[in-house]
């Protein structure tokens, strides 16, 4: 391809987690062209609003208020955004990077100038809850619970080196699961709720594990506290017809048949994949809806690439296959 009709994507922060695995999925593109910055002048501010103003598409894998100073930086018109941060994920103007959630979400993001990437944790809460939410089995005042056990990688590069770099007693304490966020104020609570379209927000209790990436988000139901009787075969049945068609979304056989090890669920299997896997157990008065997903693939830089595609109008799936 000539390199004048390729897409220039620009990624600010690609040193961190996220960005070298968008980097990585990028790689050998022959649709795209990564811009680079040389790597002694990445902090250099005139260096870095070239290259903004140079981009088709602007990606900041940054925190964010780097991210809101370098989005401020654009005065390319051309330049569209794609924004892994938690600074824009409710902010007016900015669609929601989840293109399975909701019936015109994905043609939102494919003519959007600003897509805001979900976090992990909020994306594996709300391909569970928008379904029963917009099909009015889980009422909108609900008193939802939710919890999500992941891998140490979606603390970013510190969390990893005290995990990888741990010896002795810290390496032993560091075995055992370390629930946190014990404040309840997680910082993808805004999302959860507004996306979800529940009048409060979830009480939602994450917990970090000994192992890379990797994340199971459990939310619990009563059944008796929904709007209607339903049991696991019917929410089964909604989620199943919900996501029919998605590629990157699988409604697993009702009480995980064939895919539990000894009665287990593992946290891993979706791993280096852009897959959700939805799961219902239950019994008559209570129902348990799980989702599988890799923190690092749907839950980051999986998301920011088919949100990528969409924008460019490239195949969904490329890079993610």
């Known amino acids: 391809m000539d390199t004048a009709t390729m897409h220039r994507v620009f990624i600010d922060g690609q040193e961190g987690t996220t960005g070298l695995q968008i980097r990585e999925r ?59 941060s938690t600074a824009h994920r409710t902010a007016e103007g900015w669609v929601y990077g989840f293109p399975e959630l909701r019936p015109g979400q994905r043609e939102a993001v494919r003519g959007a100038r600003r897509v805001a990437v979900p976090g992990c944790h909020a994306t594996g809460f709300l391909a569970l809850v928008v379904p029963l939410v917009d099909q009015g089995l889980l009422p909108r005042d609900a008193r939802v619970i939710a919890h999500s056990l992941t891998g140490y990688s979606g603390g970013g590069r510190k969390m990893i080196q005290a995990y990888e770099q741990a010896e002795g007693a810290r390496r032993e304490q560091l075995r055992g699961p370390r629930p946190y966020g014990l404040t309840l104020q997680h910082k993808h609570l805004p999302e959860m709720r507004a996306i979800a379209g ?42 199943t017809s919900y996501y029919a068609g998605e590629p990157f979304i699988r409604v697993m056989p009702l009480g995980g048949q064939g895919a ?9 299997e979706c791993n280096d994949t852009n897959r959700l896997d939805v799961f219902v157990f239950g019994k008559p008065d209570q129902i348990l809806v799980v989702a599988r997903l890799d923190n690092l693939g749907k839950g980051a830089s999986g998301a920011a690439v088919q949100n990528l595609n969409l924008m460019l109008g490239a195949p969904e799936a490329t890079g993610l296959d």
């Open 198 to 239: 529940l009048d409060r927000a979830p009480l939602f209790q994450p917990v970090v594990g000994d192992f890379y990436k990797g994340m199971l988000v459990s939310v619990p139901l009563f059944a008796d506290a929904l709007a209607r009787p339903a049991t696991p075969a019917a929410v089964h049945e909604l989620y």
């Open 26 to 84: 990028l790689q050998g593109r022959r649709d795209l062209q990564l811009l680079e910055i040389d790597p002694e002048r990445r902090k250099d501010p005139a260096a870095r609003r070239a290259l903004i103003n140079e981009a088709d598409v602007l990606i900041t894998c940054l925190p964010d208020d780097a991210a809101r100073e370098s989005i401020g930086w654009i005065e390319n018109p051309r330049t569209r955004v794609i924004d892994p």
């Open 260 to 268: 539990l090890e000894d009665g287990y669920l593992g946290a891993v």
